[in-house]
């Protein structure tokens, strides 16, 4: 083509000697060539290099997921009503005929029973929301507990935690659409929520449900931002999440001939390509075999929304499920101001807790390079165990998550289990401030028990099970010496030292005061990486001393 042959004699050629496309495909391509450059494009970044480990596909599945979810959820609008409007079932599912429903319902009924391919389709859309969110969770963990959110990825990490927040109360409405007695006692459970809102909530609820419960566009509009609003929200972030992620190009773990300067991979085309498109398959197989066989949401069974009506065991998705366990574990307290009741009971879970929780995630990032006022790029991956802090906080932040979701089935645990709802209350609300300190010290001492035991490897190398007698009667293991390539992944990490205040004296003998910020910043500092918070790792002059004095024993 003429980009290649004016490349490759170093000058341009005149028109009339360039060389021609063959076919009118090559015409095509030149022709779209010329106007958009994909050449160029294509040139720059389908070489471009990825690492290889498992821990990244995570990310992919992600990607996977909310295209399965896209695709799913177009069919499936093609035959849902977004409607409130009453109509007397008479569809082929004989249990609910002549029952009064939403057309709404009655939609999804048809779509379950009557559309070809419907009810697995439904599942398949639910199924996968439910492993879009898991695996969003899991890879912001692994981008957590690797610190690879640090410069220059702290916007992306903002991006992903939007999307993580994004596509919970997507989740959330989207199973609210059908409008059945499981998804109606939600939206009452959400209602609530916005009523006990100080000033603005009964507008906002007259507003968002147009009249009273339940009234009669609340379905409609939650349509809208399900399948519109926060769907092209999540595409544009998705795209600039990618678009960074090329761009500051793909963190990978320490090894040899690895630095923060180059990427050791395959790349993009055609290795990378083909493994991603081979796993996209994967996830689509799993998830629709996990569709085929496991019943999820059957509304059927639960039956049209009724304002005085609860089905039973009625619980949100894993999700959500910390958020209500919040308002659950919440005393019921109420203040009285200028004849007006504040329900401190849901004012304080989910207008306080609730978003300080997710805002805590969010710069988190921030906060770290504050203290440590590291500006450099990183780009080679941390080992958990070598930031013990940080992986307490994130076992810590878990182990709040986990205890919140059983707070939220507190009734559930108590019915099946036999147990006092009360004694169940009061463990909880114990152990949301207990279980969370206690997981963050043990982890911390887990992690340093592990570079301890790395330490000792660097230095003793590995057992061999070989036992030698020395001359004096002595009987010692022999330890062999470690690989260069494990020596290396055991000694690459970094050992920040702890931001220190300035000498209280300067140079002339006058006191220097630090302000409070920069007291705190030590402190913090002090904490996340000094003395008691990582062990030193050992040094060349250490290894070689005792390798070559003691035999590797």
């Given amino acids: 083509m003429s980009r290649a042959s004016s490349t490759t004699s170093g000058a341009a050629k005149p028109a009339s000697t360039r060389a021609k496309p063959a076919n009118k495909w090559e015409q095509a391509a030149d022709w779209t060539d010329g106007r958009l450059g994909i050449y160029s494009l294509a040139k720059t970044n389908l070489r471009k290099i990825f690492p290889d480990h498992w ?25 849902f009503k977004p409607s409130m409007g009453e109509v007397i079932y008479d569809g082929s599912y004989v249990p609910l005929k002549g029952i009064p429903m939403s057309e709404a319902y009655a939609s999804t009924v048809d779509i379950s029973f ?4 419907g009810l697995l389709v439904r599942q398949i859309h639910h199924w996968a929301a439910l492993v879009f969110v898991a695996a969003m969770l899991v890879h912001m963990m692994r981008v957590f507990f690797t610190g690879a959110f640090r410069k220059p990825r702290e916007i992306n990490w903002v991006f992903g935690f939007l999307l993580l927040v994004l596509g919970m109360f997507d989740g959330f409405f989207g199973y609210s659409l059908p409008d059945d007695l499981l998804s109606g006692t939600g939206i009452r459970f959400m209602e609530g929520v916005i009523l006990a809102t100080p000033l603005i909530g009964t507008y906002v609820q007259m507003f968002l449900f147009g009249g009273e419960f339940p009234g009669h566009d609340i379905v409609p509009r939650f349509f809208t931002i399900h399948v519109l609003l926060i769907p092209g929200i999540m595409l544009g972030l998705l795209v600039a999440h990618l678009i960074l992620v090329f761009y500051h190009k793909h963190t990978q773990w320490a090894g040899p001939g690895k630095t923060e300067k180059n990427v050791v991979g395959m790349p993009l085309m055609p290795v990378y390509m083909a493994k ?20 999820i949401n059957p509304i059927w069974a639960y039956g049209p929304y009724r304002p005085d009506q609860v089905s039973t065991d009625a619980q949100p998705d894993w999700y959500m499920g910390f958020s209500e366990g919040l308002i659950r574990i919440m005393p019921g307290w109420e203040i009285g101001l200028w004849g007006h009741t504040l329900n401190l009971g849901v004012v304080i879970p989910l207008m306080v807790l609730f978003p300080l929780i997710l805002v805590a995630i969010a710069v988190y990032p921030f906060i770290e390079g504050w203290i440590t006022g590291d500006k450099r ?7 958990p165990r070598n930031a013990p802090v940080r992986t307490g906080l994130g076992a810590a932040w878990i182990s709040l998550y986990l205890i919140l979701l059983a707070a939220g089935g507190n009734d559930l645990f108590a019915t ?17 401030f207990v279980v969370p300190v206690a997981v963050f010290i043990i982890t911390k001492r887990w992690c340093l028990g592990l570079q301890r035991r790395d330490k000792e490897k660097v230095l003793h190398g590995r057992e061999t099970g070989v036992i030698k007698r020395l001359p004096h009667g002595e009987f010692i293991e022999v330890h062999a010496q470690l690989p260069q390539k494990d020596l290396h992944k055991l000694t690459a990490h970094e ?27 030590a402190k913090l500092s002090r904490g996340l990486y000094g003395e008691g918070s990582q062990i030193p790792k050992p040094t060349a002059e250490e290894h070689h001393e005792i390798t ?6």
Avoid: W
Avoid at 276 to 291: E, H, T
Avoid at 377 to 383: K, M, V, Y
Avoid at 416 to 432: D, E
């Fill in 276 to 295: 991603a498109g081979g796993f996209f398959f994967l996830v689509f197989g799993l998830i629709a075999a996990i569709s085929a066989i496991a019943s």
């Fill in 55 to 79: 821990s990244f596909m995570l990310g992919e599945i992600c990607l996977y997921t909310f295209i399965i979810i896209i695709l799913t959820g177009v069919y499936l609008t093609l035959f």
């Fill in 114 to 117: 009557e559309v070809r391919g």
């Fill in 377 to 383: 790029e990183h780009h080679i991956l941390d080992r």
């Fill in 416 to 432: 099946h289990l036999h147990l006092s709802l009360n004694a169940i209350t009061y463990f909880v609300r114990v152990g949301m």
């Fill in 495 to 521: 050992q920040v030292e702890p931001f220190e205040l300035p000498a209280a004296t300067d140079e002339n003998g006058v006191a220097r005061k630090a302000n409070v910020i920069d007291r705190t910043r």
């Fill in 548 to 553: 070559s004095g003691h035999g590797h024993h």
